[in-house]
């Protein structure tokens, strides 16, 4: 039976790193065909349930802030879309070119980008890896280090990558765990933004 549960553990963190229906089907797609496989949503906005609210960012290392620490406390009144990633991921590494196109379109008064860097191993605790690894992957937008597992813990977070979006009053309002589901993603994204309280 122990044998069968960790076999069942396996099978779900294997589905949950494996590719989405949605992404590029051949490793030599580029960032922008990936981000083209995603286009603003054309159907009505969906109705989002309220899951429940956001726990707080934990964390006091920042990069890209100019040292500023964010808190979601200090975000209210804006959409946050909060990510979960480790930089040696390569689901993580392939969400990232949609990611930059979601902060390079909303980022503003109404929408923050923050991802939240859970490393997996050893070398991904390193600041410094980190620092190179947003060079290389172009990553400008807000990275919480959650190398004491504050973050991570508080939303009781088992996958990377994972995203949640939050409402301007703090209450989380869509999860997506993977790659894919960008279009669904991009449309929950407008939703909130245009919901007014």
């Known amino acids: 039976m122990k044998a069968f549960a960790i076999l069942f553990a396996l099978v779900l963190l294997f589905a949950a790193c494996a590719p989405g229906d949605d992404t590029a089907a051949d490793a030599d797609s580029?960032?922008?065909a990936m981000v083209e496989a995603a286009p603003a949503a054309a159907s009505p906005l969906p109705a989002l349930p309220v899951i429940g609210p956001a726990?707080?960012?934990h964390n006091e290392t920042w990069l890209n802030t100019e040292g500023e620490v964010l808190r979601l406390a200090d975000l209210a009144g804006k959409v946050v879309l909060l990510e979960f990633?480790?930089?040696g991921c390569v689901n993580c590494?392939?969400?990232i070119p949609q990611l930059r196109a979601w902060h390079e379109t909303y980022a503003g008064d109404d929408f923050i980008l923050i991802s939240v860097h859970y490393p997996e191993f050893r070398y991904e605790r390193e600041i410094e890896?980190?620092?190179e690894a947003l060079v290389?992957?172009?990553v400008d937008y807000p990275v919480a280090i959650d190398n004491d597992r504050l973050t991570w813990a508080a939303y009781n977070q088992r996958y990377w990558?994972?995203?949640y979006l939050i409402d301007r009053q703090g209450n989380i309002r869509?999860?997506?765990i993977g790659e894919g589901a960008y279009a669904e993603t991009e449309a929950a994204i407008l939703a909130l933004i245009a919901e007014t309280s």
């Open 161 to 163: 990558p994972t995203r």
């Open 93 to 95: 590494q392939r969400v």
């Open 136 to 138: 290389r992957f172009e």
């Open 174 to 176: 869509y999860q997506h």
């Open 30 to 32: 580029t960032d922008a």
């Open 129 to 131: 890896n980190v620092r």
């Open 55 to 57: 726990p707080e960012l």
């Open 85 to 87: 990633w480790t930089f």
